[in-house]
T-cell receptor, first 114, second 116 residues
Framework: NAGVTQTPKFRILKIGQSMTLQCTQDMNHNYMYWYRQDPGMGLKLIYYSVGAGITDKGEVPNGYNVSRSTTEDFPLRLELAAPSQTSVYFC?????????????FGPGTRLTVL | AQSVTQLDSQVPVFEEAPVELRCNYSSSVSVYLFWYVQYPNQGLQLLLKYLSGSTLVKGINGFEAEFNKSQTSFHLRKPSVHISDTAEYFCAVSVSLGTGRRALTFGSGTRLQVQP
């Protein structure tokens, strides 16, 4: 199993550009999450999904959109990039809704908006 | 809402010395706590978790943590650190998003710097 994979690893955007961060997991997990990690801060939840076709907002959803058409993929879309979106983005997944389940993280995407 | 506070942003320590990374959580009836480690340029990896039962939890790489309900703490310890333990450590609590859904809320992280 590859686990949780994210592409790209690094990206520089200009203000106003758009892009999609890709996330794929091959563990057949129902739950998937997107977090952002700002310097010196913990991870903050952007969006999450409990299964294909079901997504919901987390703590910091503004400026982002997601979709979940398949169990494996959970892309994160930035429509109009802003400097405040400069961050490291992590995708995570876990099997189900039980509190015992561990979250598995991807390696992250480092995004800089200039 | 449940939250965690990591009291130290950086902890320098010499190789083979013991270390404690501190984490306090907001009080709740039921609390599920986790420690994750992030090595440079990598994603987060689970070290250990407390769900219920024994208050002393053992994890990978020789780490352990003690759940202390009276002090609302979940400190991470290792009796003898190695250079390879240099990383960022995050304490996290499982929070309810409603209708049975859950996510993790993270502390701000503690950077452990092991020096030779």
């Amino acid at each position: 199993n590859a686990g949780v994979t994210q592409t790209p690893k690094f990206r520089i955007l200009k203000i106003g550009q758009s892009m999609t961060l890709q996330c794929t997991q091959d563990m057949n997990h129902n739950y998937m999450y997107w977090y952002r990690q700002d310097p010196g801060m913990g991870l903050k939840l952007i969006y999450y999904s409990v299964g294909a076709g079901i997504t919901d907002k987390g703590e910091v959803p503004n400026g982002y959109n997601v979709s979940r058409s398949t169990t494996e993929d959970f892309p994160l879309r930035l429509e109009l990039a802003a400097p405040s979106q400069t961050s490291v983005y992590f995708c995570a997944s876990r099997p189900g809704q039980g509190f015992r389940d561990e979250q598995f993280f991807g390696p992250g995407t480092r995004l800089t908006v200039l | 809402a449940q939250s965690v506070t990591q009291l130290d942003s950086q902890v320098p320590v010499f190789e083979e010395a013991p270390v404690e990374l501190r984490c306090n959580y907001s009080s709740s009836v039921s609390v599920y706590l986790f420690w994750y480690v992030q090595y440079p340029n990598q994603g987060l990896q689970l070290l250990l978790k407390y769900l219920s039962g024994s208050t002393l939890v053992k994890g990978i790489n020789g780490f352990e943590a003690e759940f202390n309900k009276s002090q609302t703490s979940f400190h991470l310890r290792k009796p003898s650190v190695h250079i390879s333990d240099t990383a960022e450590y995050f304490c996290a609590v499982s929070v309810s998003l409603g209708t049975g859904r859950r996510a993790l809320t993270f502390g701000s992280g503690t950077r452990l710097q092991v020096q030779p």
